[in-house]
Structure formats: C-alpha cells, structure tokens
Nanobody
Framework: QVQLVESGGGLVQAGGSLRLSCAASGRTFSSRAMGWFRQAPGKEREFVAAISWNGGTIKYLTSVKDRFTISRDNAKNTVYLQMNVLTPEDTAVYYC?????????????????WGQGTQVTVSS
C-alpha cells in the first residue's frame, strides 16, 4: 500500500501562485509514476500532470503546460506541483495519484493509489 497526503492548497487571487505537495509513505515511492489530477464541482476528474520516477518523462494538460510544473524528490518521497498565473478556471480539488508501474498516463483509472485531495480556489 501507498499512502498519499496532499498539502499546499488554499485561496489565491487570479495571477497568483501555489505549490502543492504530495507526501508518500508505505511501499517504494521512487519506482512509481506519479500524477496530479483535479476535479471541479459538477465536472469529471481531469488529468493535470504526470512524472516518471526519474523525472525523465513528464506530461501536462495542454492548458496548464506553460504555467504548471511537476517535479519530485525521491529522497523525500514527495511530488510537487508548482502552479503559476492561476485563473478561476483552475479552481478545483487537486489530487495526487501513484501507479504501481513507472509509466506515465493521463487516465485516472490507471492509477492505483490516491490522496484525499486539497482544495485550490482562485478568485477573480
């Protein structure tokens, strides 16, 4: 089992920045692909970004590619999502997810472990 705990969410004005963290515990962290997803009220869960265990493969949702940066520190068992130039459309609960495999994917059902989420609210 892998336990994931997100932090760093909050309320920010449009144009501002937030840095989300996801701390993992339990079984091996470094050999897993990790991802960030988000879910706004009334909408389906949406892929945001994913990273392979060594950071060599990174994927982004097109609308965040030039504003968000995913990274990981395997020594700290932590994955990050730096979010810049936030807009009200980024408002959602953000979830961290881990796979058993080191293959990045944007498909939620292909992730095996999920955190409980952290709320990000961007005011206009």
């Amino acid at each position: 089992q892998v336990q994931l705990v997100e932090s760093g969410g909050g309320l920010v004005q449009a144009g501002g920045s937030l840095r989300l963290s996801c701390a993992a515990s339990g079984r091996t962290f470094s050999s897993r692909a990790m991802g960030w997803f988000r879910q706004a009220p009334g909408k389906e869960r949406e892929f945001v970004a994913a990273i392979s265990w060594n950071g060599g493969t990174i994927k982004y949702l097109t609308s965040v590619k030039d504003r968000f940066t995913i990274s990981r520190d395997n020594a700290k068992n932590t994955v990050y999502l730096q979010m810049n130039v936030l807009t009200p459309e980024d408002t959602a609960v953000y979830y961290c997810a881990a796979r058993r495999l080191d293959i990045t994917t944007s498909v939620p059902s292909e992730y095996d472990y999920w955190g409980q989420g952290t709320q990000v609210t961007v005011s206009s």
